[in-house]
């Protein structure tokens, strides 16, 4: 089967929830393929390698874990495969449900060790226990979007199926109430809920969209030149506050390792930004968060 049959073949949620026709419907597979085709070059939600290293080198250090296999769900046309190949890991999987995405990663990074899928990630066709990791970035919260943990639930319990016993699953997300889901699917042992600060194109691209109306397309904002340089303003003091945070969480991480201190995180954080985001009830604006949240679970059987 081919890519394009294998495509064709794939669920598109059919008798799923109809998203708010006002925002894009990004649990609809058909919204991404369109995205793609119309896209050059890559794009990373959140984060990049950059943000996320010290975590991979705290929880699956490269030096160790080089020669392990590492699957990436949801893809899309993010650089992040390739730089974790970059930096050491030898044997990465990517998948995702989008033709046009997967076809023109394959054809950017054909590197040996780089494998690229089309794939549903709620329905993989991997045999079980086949990964020590997998990594998802934004597809969780893409799936997430019409309000409906229907197709997240379903994706995680096959990424619970598809890891080793002992496997480890690094969510990243805008969330940071997203723990009782990860839970409900699959048997997980939560090693570590943490902030991260989110990419400087991340975060000037997140400025740029609280300043637009609703509905606005990005391109817009290039023709006012006053807007471009207050974004620009705001990502830049939202960087420098999230560097700091960071340097502190780092220091302190240190300091509970020297004291041979191990903290599982078995609550959620209370009361941080992350609640905003998934509701926005406190009438911030969510995506002035200048972080992220990464959840590390590990597989129990
Ligand atoms: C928010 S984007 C994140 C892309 C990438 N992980 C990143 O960090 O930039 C969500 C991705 O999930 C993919 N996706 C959505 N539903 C999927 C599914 N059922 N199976 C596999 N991938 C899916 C989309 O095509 C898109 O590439």
């Known amino acids: 089967m081919d890519c394009d049959e294998l495509s064709m073949a794939l669920p598109r949620y059919p008798n799923g929830p109809k998203a708010d026709p006002m925002k894009p419907d990004y649990a609809n597979p058909d919204f991404w393929d369109a995205r793609f085709q119309d896209t050059e070059g890559l794009f990373d939600w959140y984060a990049t390698y950059d943000e996320l290293n010290d975590t991979f ?3 699956c250090p490269i030096k160790s874990h080089c020669e392990d296999s590492l699957l990436v769900v949801g893809c899309g046309n993010s650089a ?73 639930g379903a994706m995680l319990e096959e990424v619970w199926r598809v890891l080793r016993p002992e496997g480890l699953l690094i969510v990243v997300s805008h969330s940071g109430k997203r723990l009782q889901l990860l839970k409900s699917h699959g048997t997980w042992q939560c090693l570590e809920i943490r902030k991260c600060r989110l990419s400087p194109q991340a975060t000037f691209i997140n400025m740029l969209r609280c ?59 209370p009361g941080e930004a992350g609640e905003a985001v998934s509701n926005g009830s406190n009438g911030s604006d969510p995506r002035r968060q200048p972080f992220c949240w990464i959840y590390v679970l590990r597989k129990v059987v």
């Open 57 to 59: 080198e705290e929880f």
């Open 80 to 152: 992040f495969s390739a730089e974790l190949h970059g930096a050491g890991y030898q044997h990465i999987t990517s998948i995702d449900i989008s033709n046009s995405a997967i076809s023109k990663m394959k054809q950017l990074f054909d590197r040996p060790g780089m494998t690229w899928q089309v794939m549903d990630a709620t329905a993989m066709t991997f045999d079980g226990d086949s990964f020590h990791l997998a990594v998802d970035k934004g597809t969780l919260d893409a799936m997430m979007s019409p309000g409906t943990n229907e197709f997240a």
């Open 211 to 269: 300043k637009l109306p609703p509905g606005a397309p990005l391109k817009d904002a290039l023709q006012q030149p006053q807007l471009l340089q207050e974004a620009a303003e705001e990502a830049k003091q939202a960087l420098r506050r999230m560097a700091f945070l960071d340097a502190f969480r780092i220091f302190k991480a240190r300091k509970q390792a020297q004291a041979g201190h191990i903290q599982e995180a078995e609550e959620e954080p």
